[in-house]
């Protein structure tokens, strides 16, 4: 017996009803799932409550005009394919037809046959582009795998990865910067069952504090000055799927409090709501933040016992070096669009010797880099690695003998060493130092 799931689903929208019947009798052979509506209004019904593959759509129906119909069908599903269907052909409306999103156009009176093979062909096109899709998605995904599972110095955290992916527990990945906290969560979520529904991910620290509750949350109509129309916020947003907020440490203290209350009741109140809103959405945190330490002063105990039921931690990457050929010949794959890139051993030998403080993106912004100023055959990726010594930059020798060196100006003098090194770029300058550009932004405040 044919699996149901399996069998394609095709809607008549047609207010003709022995047409609709002599349709219904001839697609239903073909064990096809044939639906039927007289009206545009019992149409959209119809799409929004069924996976429709394609849809017979008459230009005259007594509410609408047909081809008015196709942005809201595709709304509902945007990969469903549209077959125009009228008794009074015209140029006009073939052309608004096809520019509104039909796939085919059909002019009444027609045989079956023809149906038939403009359905099939419909049929066709979409499993081709759903392949292409899967394709795309894989090939996205398993290049995003790949830079976090090279090598065997992950071998205790993907055995709590494969744990978070059989469960919907909250999640707490820990890590300094440039680790793959982000692409860790992706791999979680892809390899869950609810891979198809949506994953967002928000860093809280590159909203501005006073818009990110009403991102996180959502507002009605008139909550605050510009708010012209009621909007809904991430966890809806999120609804069915993953949610991921990177830099959970730096949240708000007073928002954490209404996250806590999300986290435990699963509803959402917008702001400037009077009625909640249920949500089914699967919590995933990051931080390079050391929250224990923190629990108390900027953060909550109680969230951050209940956002870490599964936690885990990347090690950076000067504790898996090992790791670090795997990773570069992955990487290399990614950037060679299609031809290969060999590096030697030499090459990975002094890769291998670096402290990499910006971990695994640093490893991939040096290696992206040296790919596009590659000359000739030499690749040479260790000559960006900037380890010369620098004038600037304080060595272990002469620390020792500073003995009346205070630590903030240290702290300053590596910190300016850093920012020169990548030519006054802030952002590369966080990764490397392994904080945050606010926390960067701060220290510098501080430090002038």
């Known amino acids: 017996m044919e699996d149901s799931n399996s069998r394609k689903t095709v809607l008549i929208i047609d207010d003709d009803k022995v047409f609709c019947e002599a349709i219904r009798e001839y697609m239903s052979k073909d064990s096809m799932n044939v639906l039927v509506s007289h009206t545009a209004a019992e149409g959209l019904a119809a799409c929004s409550k069924n996976e429709v593959d394609v849809v017979l759509l008459d230009q005259q129906l007594p509410d609408a005009e047909g081809h008015t119909l196709c942005p809201s069908i595709l709304k509902y599903n945007d990969q469903t394919k549209i077959i125009f269907a009228t008794a009074y052909p015209s140029f006009e409306h073939a052309v608004m037809a096809l520019k509104s999103g039909a796939h085919d156009y059909l002019k009444k009176p027609f045989k079956l046959a023809e149906l038939g093979h403009a359905v099939e062909h419909a049929l066709r096109t979409l499993e081709l582009e759903r392949f292409e899709q899967i394709q795309n998605f894989r090939s996205e995904r398993e290049g995003d795998e790949a830079v976090i599972i090279s090598g065997s110095g992950l071998a205790d955290t993907l055995k709590m990865v494969e744990l978070a992916a059989s469960s919907r527990s909250p999640v707490l990945i820990t890590g300094e910067t440039g680790t793959g906290k982000s692409l860790l969560a992706k791999v979680i979520h892809y390899r869950s069952s609810t891979r198809r529904a949506p994953f967002i991910n928000i860093n809280c620290t590159a909203l501005p504090e006073n818009l990110i509750e009403a991102e996180l949350f959502g507002y009605e109509k008139g909550a605050f000055t510009g708010a012209v129309k009621s909007k809904k916020g991430i966890f809806e947003m999120s609804e069915g799927g993953t949610l991921l907020l990177d830099e959970i440490g730096d949240m708000p203290f007073h928002l954490q409090a209404k996250l806590l209350g999300v986290l435990e009741d699963k509803k959402v109140m917008r702001l400037g709501g009077e009625s909640f809103h249920s949500v089914n959405v699967r919590i995933i945190t990051a931080t390079g ?66 402290s990499w403080p910006g971990n695994v993106r640093e490893l991939k912004n040096v290696l ?15 000559e960006l690695l900037g380890n010369t010594p620098d004038a600037t930059a304080p060595t272990v020798t002469q620390v020792r003998n500073e003995q009346d060196l205070l630590l903030a100006d240290l702290e300053a003098r590596h910190i300016n060493y850093v920012i020169d090194k990548f030519s006054g770029n802030h952002t590369r300058a966080a990764q490397a130092l392994g904080i945050s550009r606010s926390t960067l932004k701060r220290k510098l405040k501080s430090l002038s």
């Open 368 to 382: 992206e880099r040296a790919v596009l100023l590659q000359k000739g055959s030499a690749f040479r990726p260790s």
């Open 289 to 354: 933040v050391d929250l224990e330490a923190a629990m108390g002063s900027t953060f909550r105990k109680d969230l951050f016992y209940r956002l870490s039921v599964i936690r885990i931690k990347i090690p950076p990457l000067r504790e898996r070096r090992g790791d670090i050929p795997s990773l570069c010949h992955h990487l290399l794959k990614q950037f060679a669009g299609g031809h290969e890139i060999k590096i030697d051993d030499d090459e990975l030998m002094k890769l291998g010797s670096y």
